[in-house]
Nanobody, 123 residues
């Protein structure tokens, strides 16, 4: 069992930056692939970024490539999402996820979800 708790969401103007963090507890964090998904208002949840157990491999949605960076600190059991050059279309509830690499990119293969944190980007 893995428990995930997100933090760092909030309101920002377009062009600004936010950093989301996810604290994990439970089973051995360093063996688990981690990721971020988001659900924009009125839309389905979508993949944002994932990172392998050792941080050696990452995947990003085309919509965030070059603007978002996923990272992890296995010593602190945390995974982060640095979001730069934010756009209004990045407004969503962001969810932390845990699962196996590389299938964690697929929502149906995610084993654990956080409760979500709201990110609002105003134009």
């Amino acid at each position: 069992q893995v428990q995930l708790v997100e933090s760092g969401g909030g309101w920002v103007q377009a062009g600004g930056s936010l950093r989301l963090s996810c604290a994990a507890s439970g089973r051995t964090f360093s063996n688990v692939a981690m990721g971020w998904f988001r659900q924009p208002p009125g839309k389905e949840r979508e993949f944002v970024a994932t990172i392998s157990w050792n941080g050696g491999s990452t995947n990003y949605a085309d919509s965030v490539k070059g603007r978002f960076t996923i990272s992890r600190d296995n010593a602190k059991n945390t995974v982060s999402l640095q979001m730069n050059s934010l756009k209004p279309e990045d407004t969503a509830v962001y969810y932390c996820a845990a699962g196996r690499w590389p299938t964690i990119t697929i929502q149906s293969h995610v084993n654990y979800w956080g409760q979500g944190t709201q990110v609002t980007v105003s134009s």
